[in-house]
């Protein structure tokens, strides 16, 4: 294994910064949406829009930003698309239209791309096994804790400063991330321009879908986490419209979320030091099989209440901080020649499981009927999923094993 260019404590601290800006900027003003139907004299489809273009932006761009990670380097793509990502915060903030917030959000998507290939990717480069994990528990917890997180801070600047405070903020992440790049953050691929031609980008990405490993783990992850981008887009209008909550109060009560996946990545961290990894997937999806049981029944039989409806998603939480770091680690460990397509490809399939819930419960119009009925859905994906990964594991160890004998 080549020797690591940069610490764990720093490759970790560099990547779980990095992918929080994704989530964050993603939820971080979703308390003030009721607002800016007014501020703009806008509909709330509209609104949700601003979600589902950065949804569309983020989702796609990482297609993009993990190819270049290949062909440029980690470090100067990230750059680039931090720089993209700054200018996309500057037109939020200064939008004298919902047509320029609007695109102000697909450009922040598209910047914001970047932190999620290349903060798994650099990871690849460097580490495998269980010291891979260990970090991937770290970046698990910033990409999941994001979205739960950012209401709570979009909550309290709206309160004392207004909606455009949201996007300044997202200025200073842009700032503070580029400057984090370009001061600490090592490179650790050797660029290779010939990746970028169409032939080899072509080839890379059919290698990813014809791998049944690779697909299946990463559909786990898309159940899982996706589910969580896509109650982002439910979750506010549950609470407040239905609940009765106050913007200040849905960011505070969505802690709970986050306060349960906390708890979680803590556990998983103590458990890692006696068992494998893989041994602790299995909990976590009961966790989410539980959790889902629950969203469908409290969302579909009984009035909604503030624990009816993120008790259970604090346990669906709890549960995906136990399947992240494995996951994520087998997705892209047979991997090492294109880690930054195979995080884009699986970053793509995650965020785009999330996107297309967001779709599904605008298209259908109800969030409280959305919520209980579309997040179950993911979780029992992601279970299923589970089980068609093991049985090519043992598949695969199977015929390993056959000729020996």
């Known amino acids: 294994?080549?020797?690591?260019?940069?610490?764990?404590?720093?490759?970790?601290?560099?990547?779980?910064?990095?992918?929080?800006?994704?989530?964050?900027?993603?939820?971080?003003?979703?308390?003030?949406?009721?607002?800016?139907?007014?501020?703009?004299?806008?509909?709330?489809?509209?609104?949700?829009?601003?979600?589902?273009?950065?949804?569309?932006?983020?989702?796609?761009?990482?297609?993009?930003?993990?190819?270049?990670?290949?062909?440029?380097?980690?470090?100067?793509?990230?750059?680039?698309?931090?720089?993209?990502?700054?200018?996309?915060?500057?037109?939020?903030?200064?939008?004298?239209?919902?047509?320029?917030?609007?695109?102000?959000?697909?450009?922040?998507?598209?910047?914001?791309?970047?932190?999620?290939?290349?903060?798994?990717?650099?990871?690849?480069?460097?580490?495998?096994?269980?010291?891979?994990?260990?970090?991937?528990?770290?970046?698990?917890?910033?990409?999941?804790?994001?979205?739960?997180?950012?209401?709570?801070?979009?909550?309290?600047?709206?309160?004392?400063?207004?909606?455009?405070?949201?996007?300044?903020?997202?200025?200073?992440?842009?700032?503070?991330?580029?400057?984090?790049?370009?001061?600490?953050?090592?490179?650790?691929?050797?660029?290779?321009?010939a990746k970028g031609h169409v032939?080899?980008?072509?080839?890379?990405?059919?290698?990813?879908?014809?791998?049944?490993?690779?697909?299946?783990?990463?559909?786990?992850?898309?159940?899982?986490v996706g589910a969580l981008y896509g109650q982002a887009t439910m979750l506010p209008f549950v609470l407040i419209d239905r609940v009765g909550l106050t913007p200040t109060q849905f960011g505070v009560g969505m802690l709970m979320q986050s306060g349960f996946f906390f708890a979680g990545t803590v556990v998983v961290r103590l458990l890692m030091r006696r068992m494998a990894p893989a041994r602790i997937v299995l909990p976590g999806l009961a966790f989410i099989g539980i959790a889902s049981i629950l969203i469908a029944l409290a969302s579909h039989l009984v009035p909604p209440t503030f624990l009816s409806v993120m008790g259970p998603v604090g346990v669906y939480a709890f549960g995906i901080a136990f399947v992240m770091p494995y996951m994520m680690t087998a997705a892209l460990e047979p991997f090492p020649h294109i880690a930054g397509s195979a995080s884009a490809a699986m970053g793509f399939i995650q965020m785009g499981a999330g996107f297309l819930a967001g779709l599904i419960a605008a298209a259908i119009g109800l969030p409280l009927f959305a919520f209980g009925t579309i997040i179950p859905s993911m979780g029992l994906i992601a279970i299923l999923s589970y089980a068609w990964y093991r049985a090519i594991c043992s598949r695969d160890a199977q015929l390993v094993t056959e000729p020996a004998e």
Do not use: H
């Open 199 to 224: 032939d080899p980008i072509l080839r890379g990405y059919g290698a990813l879908a014809a791998s049944s490993r690779f697909v299946s783990a990463t559909l786990v992850m898309a159940g899982a």
């Open 1 to 193: 294994m080549t020797r690591p260019r940069m610490s764990e404590r720093r490759t970790s601290i560099i990547s779980a910064f990095l992918v929080a800006l994704g989530p964050i900027s993603m939820a971080l003003y979703t308390p003030a949406m009721p607002q800016l139907v007014n501020a703009f004299s806008s509909t709330e489809s509209a609104i949700k829009l601003t979600l589902s273009l950065y949804f569309a932006g983020f989702a796609l761009a990482q297609l993009v930003s993990g190819t270049m990670s290949d062909v440029l380097g980690r470090r100067r793509t990230t750059l680039i698309f931090m720089t993209v990502y700054l200018a996309g915060s500057l037109m939020a903030a200064f939008a004298p239209s919902v047509g320029m917030l609007l695109a102000g959000r697909l450009v922040q998507g598209i910047g914001a791309s970047v932190g999620m290939t290349v903060s798994r990717a650099i990871v690849r480069d460097q580490i495998t096994g269980t010291e891979a994990a260990r970090i991937m528990n770290m970046v698990g917890m910033m990409l999941a804790i994001g979205p739960a997180v950012s209401p709570t801070l979009g909550g309290f600047f709206l309160g004392l400063f207004g909606w455009q405070s949201i996007f300044f903020l997202m200025v200073g992440f842009a700032l503070a991330a580029c400057g984090t790049v370009y001061f600490c953050m090592a490179e650790t691929t050797k660029p290779d321009p």
